[in-house]
């Protein structure tokens, strides 16, 4: 069936440098893409948010990109800190009626950030 | 502000007994979700409330599992006669409004069934 996922379940990087991570849709119909980062013991943090009439957003140290033709979704951040490590989610939207607003999520990407 | 708040945040039972899981969204949010985490797995989607409308019930796993959402603020969610296999992260959201937008999570409860 149609789902959210990752093209990488982990990721590590060296502090300073620039991370990519990618997430892969396939509901052409979905217009709401979204990006959640979570510690370890903690509930999931909004990082940023994207609509399909969008391309790009950016937001402090990180941007988003949608690819809609290819239906692609990455998240960028800049000058990688060790407190971005995390495992990061993206999510889609493609409900429309009485359920409109539920995202279904991806299995996650787990980001280390070494010193 | 105070953010979307759960208790208990651990809670150990044996299989069998019954749980309640509290969860108090932000003050004036009119969306709440609960979702189920499992080890190392994404976020499960079970339930949805919107303001006075019917919930979507559409991902609760069983009938064992059910939750009500009073004077459209705190949703309590109800586990009977659990099972090992529900032993998980339950994670409650709110939204301002009727989506999509972002959803802000709660700390979640982890649930361990012995």
């Known amino acids: 069936g149609e789902s959210v996922g990752l093209h990488l379940p982990t990721l590590s990087v060296q502090e300073g440098d620039n991370s990519i991570i990618n997430c892969a849709y396939s509901n052409s119909a979905s217009d709401y893409f979204i990006w959640y980062k979570q510690e370890s013991g903690k509930g999931p943090q909004f990082i940023i948010d994207i609509r399909s009439n969008m391309d790009k957003r950016q937001g402090q140290r990180v941007t988003v990109l949608l690819n809609k033709t290819v239906k692609h979704l990455s998240l960028q951040i800049a000058a990688t800190q060790p407190g971005d490590s995390a495992v990061y989610f993206c999510?889609?939207?493609?409900?429309?009626?009485?359920?409109?607003?539920?995202?279904?999520f991806g299995r996650g990407t787990q980001l280390t950030v070494w010193p | 502000g105070a953010g979307v708040s759960q208790s208990p945040s651990n809670k150990v039972t044996e299989k069998g007994k019954d749980v309640e899981l509290r969860c108090d969204p932000i003050s004036g949010h009119t969306a709440l979700y609960w979702y189920r985490q499992s080890l190392g797995q994404g976020l499960e989607f079970l339930i949805y409330?919107?303001?006075?409308?019917?919930?979507?019930k559409s991902g609760l796993p069983s009938d064992r599992f059910s939750a009500e959402r009073t004077g459209g603020s705190v949703s309590t969610l109800t586990i009977q006669r659990t099972q090992q296999e529900d032993s998980a992260v339950y994670l409650c959201a709110s939204s301002l409004k009727r989506g999509p937008y972002e959803q802000y999570f709660g700390p979640g409860t982890r649930l361990t069934v012995t």
């Open positions: 999510a889609e939207n493609y409900d429309r009626g009485s359920t409109l607003g539920r995202l279904y």
């Open positions: 409330f919107q303001g006075n409308s019917a919930p979507d």
